[in-house]
């Protein structure tokens, strides 16, 4: 219980990545446009905020913060989520692999985990070797992409965050502690 207490944040973010990879399951696409939209929302009101800081700022301020450059980009950038959704949805592929090179350095960080267990000791150093494994299986598997659609892709992919975050949550309960909270022993060593 102590293990699941101290990682409360970890483990957090498996339970979100259990949700996403759920919405990713019952539907791929929508979700995916969804997410692009509420992104492109979230950069139309930070552009106005920047906007709005630059004109309520004194003119030397507002010239070295570049408030209303930025504040331009960010309101093209979120009109063009908002409004080209669908274009994001066709560049999939590249999205996918870029979220297969990040299971894959989350992969290698869990080879590292394992490993850092056993030096330290850990009983259950297994629990992230397993998680390891499977992560550098999907990252291969997304890599090469052997699905014939997008959307069994990304369905695939919300399955992969669902057993990602499943294991390590088993790994953070059972394992006792999470890679980052290892410093903790090099300190009191």
Request: hydrophobic share 60%; proline share 2%; with cysteine.
């Amino acid at each position: 219980m102590r293990a699941i207490q101290k990682n409360g944040g970890s483990i957090l973010m498996c339970i979100l990545e259990i949700l996403v990879g759920v919405l990713l399951l019952i539907d791929p696409l929508g979700f995916t446009s969804a997410i692009i939209i509420a992104l492109g929302a979230a950069l139309i009101v930070a552009g106005i905020v920047f906007a709005v800081r630059y004109f309520r700022a004194g003119a030397a301020e507002g010239a070295l913060t570049h408030g209303l450059s930025k504040g331009l980009l960010l309101l093209l950038a979120g009109l063009f989520c908002v409004l080209r959704s669908k274009w994001f949805v066709a560049t999939f592929p590249l999205l996918t692999i870029l979220y297969g090179i990040g299971i894959l350095i989350s992969g290698v960080g869990k080879i590292q985990w394992m490993a850092d267990m056993i030096r330290f000791g850990r009983k259950r150093w297994y629990l992230p070797a397993i998680s390891a494994v499977c992560s550098l299986i999907f990252a291969a598997l997304i890599l090469f992409n052997p699905f014939a659609t997008t959307e069994i892709l990304w369905s695939f992919t919300g399955a992969v965050l669902i057993v990602e975050a499943v294991f390590d949550i088993v790994a953070i309960a059972l394992g006792g502690k999470h890679r980052e909270d290892d410093n903790d022993d090099i300190i009191d060593a």
